[in-house]
């Protein structure tokens, strides 16, 4: 048995509200990364725009493979940028961070050169 039409849009609305909820809630638990992930965005359109989609993909293999690894996903201080062909690393990390980071990064495909800016956090005594 169908439901009534009116039912059925109520169900749909509040369905979409508490979607629209929960993705809000998920956003600012993690905006640093949805801010990253943004600016990535631009820099890519912009890129693409001018015709460089090289630093596009280079830039989005050294992110996807950062993702993936549990302990740089949500490293805090960590940027990454690559322009005209040179990897940029750099930010405030815990020294673990960095020696993985450097890896992933060499290891990626069209990566050139590094400019390792990263500083480590020293530990607290």
Known sequence: MALPARIARTLFREQVAAAATALAYWAWNNREEVVDWAAYGVRAVLNVVEGNT????????????????????????????????????????????????????????????????????????
Do not use: H, Q
């Not at 302990?71 to 960095?98: N, Q």
């Open 54 to 125: 090289d630093d596009v993909a280079v830039e989005g293999r050294l992110r996807l493979k950062l993702l993936g690894e549990p302990r740089t996903r949500r490293a805090v201080g960590l940027e990454v940028v690559v322009r005209d062909g040179v990897t940029i690393l750099k930010g405030l990390v815990d020294p673990g961070v960095r020696e993985i980071a450097l890896r992933l990064a060499e290891s990626t495909e069209g990566v050139d050169r590094i400019d390792d800016r990263l500083e480590v956090l020293k530990p607290r005594t």
